[in-house]
């Protein structure tokens, strides 16, 4: 976690990291009010995909941000140039260009899954703006592991690992005569989120619904959104 005062009169500049090229950032935060000119983020200034897919996981940014283009609570730029940029389970918290900037992410090529940020920021962006309470609510934060990797404690949530995300089982083998089973909606939200190409955009998996499932959030992302779904069902 970064703490403290980040300030540049350069491009590029985060509270933690200033360019992801093809990185993957995990379970990392940064406190620290940032200042830059073009791609300022509270966490990253900017990330680029170029023959790569980066990935941001469980991280969060709870400072102000100030800067010209693409300034943004926790990314200012989430470049594509080929490969899939993906941000899921983070949050930001602070103020952008006095609350006229993007809460999330400045500009956004990529995908983005269940990623929150303060409603006083009114700029375009991707994620769930909700309010400073909401916030500091787990019941928010859906499919969130508060068991092995985040925790809250009345405040806003931060990184406590105690254990490794679980792994997602189907019974099925995606065929035809043995098609992968969804019986629960946790089973169903890693379909809707995967880039992977195991089971979206793949014209050979097959599922079969096995229960009836009731979506339990507001904050649901469709299949398909992002990856089209070109399987069985």
Known sequence: VSKGTVSSTGDNVGGLVGENYNGIVQASGSMANVTGKNNTGGLI?????RYGNPFVMNCYAQGNITGSNRAGGLIGYN?????????RNCYASGKINDGTGSGLIGTNNGHVYNCYYRYLNTGSTPGYSVT?????TQSTYYMWDFDNIWEIDGGYPYISIRGTDGTVVFDGAGTPSNPYLI??????????????????N?????FQLA?????????????GIYQQFKGVF
């Open 79 to 87: 470049y594509i140039y080929s490969g899939i940029s993906t941000v």
């Open 202 to 206: 793949n014209e050979t998996v097959n």
């Open 45 to 49: 200034g900017r990330i680029e995909a």
């Open 132 to 136: 400073t309470e909401a916030l500091k």
């Open 211 to 223: 229960n009836d499932i009731e979506i339990t959030t507001k904050y649901w992302t469709p299949i």
């Open 183 to 200: 019986k629960t909606e946790e089973q169903l939200y890693f379909i809707a989120m995967d880039d992977s190409g195991r089971f979206l």
